[in-house]
């Protein structure tokens, strides 16, 4: 097949590669209809994930047709429309069971979301069923599900935002901004997204955050402690991954507040005694896609949220490349492949 | 006044000092009627905070009577029998509306609470009358409550402990077992107390514990993981500080649960991305005892709970650096000071 490959740091190509295959008896082969591109994959382009030893596939987000399921699969047959939760899951062990199916004892993820195939481990616990083949339209928001949407819920959700309150969003990436739409529709009152982009905090502002702090570092730190009149966010979505930006969630969270981490930890070091002092909780990591998408696709459906906006590029994807490109250098905030 | 103080490791006297006198109009002074010795004390007598520049009084559990007031006091009167949180607070601020008294914007602690007379700031906020004298057998409940029980309290009631579940407590020192009170009296199902030392023991069975892990480490991590059926537990309180509790704590926790942490934090360094891929929380810090006295006193009054049996020695007060001998070596768990 022909898929999105990473060679080495900034080098992205389109390529031939080997078809995947059913590996275990509850795999899935799908055939990918539509992908996007995710930040944590700039985290390979950029080189920080260390040197690309190997050409490899690329890409965790996809939705596509069932094409091949393997002998233990009951629930999936060829020609089904499925969305694909990048994180894969058997939804049956404890840790699923307890919602948290990021960490399922079988867990896997997607390896060629970017390409024309894609293998699906435990297929019947982690794919959910369109129902039929997706509408252009509703494709979007459909990917947004896949993990970006899930991913700001789940720091939504970990930093325990209930109705009224502030909540604080560091970050204004597609997650960051997939947590304003999570921190808005789960009831916080005053929502302050961090952003020093003038496109993303229009963006922002659209899905319901009230304030915009440009700021970053001690200074949008103080931004957020005048906002919250010196006392704190009420909850904090950290949605980054690198050390500053978890030090800022850390000191925007009032007393015993929670900071809801979902952005992949880079050279984060975690200031305990800050934590002891403050009793600011930390709580987070891989979103349980399988877990939200049911209640995410309900709000998407029922139109109350709209997350396929922070798709703002569509390229076919053979130009993967180019899409990545755009996202590196920021003039896009997430793209969309087509096929 | 008389006072015990620290002069450098291992160096404990009972001495002379300044009275402590009302600072703030908000401070009042009480007279310690009883009084007791802190794991948490044990940091310094062992050097483990760093070098004791020049001696200072120790000891920050303590009942009272209240001697004097500042102008400010509307609460309490000079004859007022007290219980003394460890943590000062003025009960009024947003962070102890939030419950967080433990960082209120006016915190302090007490710093003479094996002396002859200590100092309370923010009095209003911080005492707890016990309406007269306490009765002599209520003295170690009473004194529990000051510190220790609250802390446990508040190691499981930040891990999240409610009814059903399996809860692991690290740490067999009081706060440890009254973690095991804590744990039980909110409903955990299971309660596996790690602890190495036979009199400790007996001590969290009696106080509810369901199972003993008497290995520490690996071994002890992989004890209860096959006590938890290989997933786990629901609640994790750490009740130690340093970081080979910590790194167990987290290893013992299923997917999603939360390690409430309550040790003094020395040499920690949190594993970040242990915490992302499981998904395990870290939430706590120094307890808001004033927050939870009323809850504790209740069930002291009512006989559910009577941590004051972790004071396994009293000794008096001009006695305190043999209390601290016998708490280092571990022939006490618990020094009680009597006046």
């Known amino acids: 097949m022909r898929a999105t490959t990473i060679h080495g740091v900034r080098d992205i190509r389109y390529t031939d590669v080997p078809d995947p295959v059913i590996a275990e008896p509850t795999d899935a082969i799908v055939r990918v209809t539509a992908a996007c591109i995710c930040g944590s994959d700039l985290w390979s382009y950029r080189g920080d994930n260390g040197p690309i030893e190997r050409p490899r596939t690329i890409g965790h987000e996809c939705l596509g047709e069932v094409v091949e399921v393997g002998s233990a699969v009951r629930t999936f047959r060829v020609g089904d429309h499925v969305l694909v939760p990048f994180d894969h899951c058997d939804n049956t062990c404890p840790a699923c069971v307890a919602g948290y199916q990021s960490a399922c004892v079988n867990h896997a993820t997607t390896t060629s979301g970017q390409g024309e195939y894609a293998r699906v481990a435990e297929a019947d616990g982690t794919l959910f069923s369109l129902g039929g083949a997706p509408a252009r339209d509703e494709i979007p928001d459909l990917l947004a599900l896949t993990d970006v949407m899930a991913t700001g819920w789940h720091a939504a959700v970990m930093s325990g935002v ?156 053979e130009r993967a490349a180019d899409g990545y490109r755009a996202m590196d250098e920021r003039t896009a905030i997430k793209v969309q492949l087509t096929y």
Do not use: W
């Open 162 to 317: 209930r109705p009224g309150g502030t909540a604080v969003v560091v970050g204004d990436g597609a997650v960051g901004l997939c947590g304003v739409i999570a921190a808005v529709e789960l009831g916080a009152e005053r929502v302050i997204a961090m952003s020093r982009h003038a496109d993303r905090q229009r963006l922002a502002r659209e899905f319901g955050a009230t304030d915009i702090v440009a700021s970053r570092g001690a200074e949008g730190e103080a931004a957020v402690a005048e906002l919250t009149g010196g006392v704190g966010a009420d909850y904090v979505l950290e949605c980054v991954g690198n050390d500053a930006a978890m030090r800022t969630a850390l000191h925007v969270a009032r007393a015993g507040a929670t900071v809801g981490f979902v952005g992949v930890p880079h050279g984060v070091e975690v200031p305990i005694r800050l934590l002891f002092d403050t009793n600011v909780g930390l709580k987070g990591g891989m979103a349980p896609v399988r877990g939200y998408v049911e209640t995410l696709l309900d709000l998407v459906r029922a139109g109350r949220i709209d997350p396929g906006r922070v798709l703002d590029l569509a390229l076919p994807v």
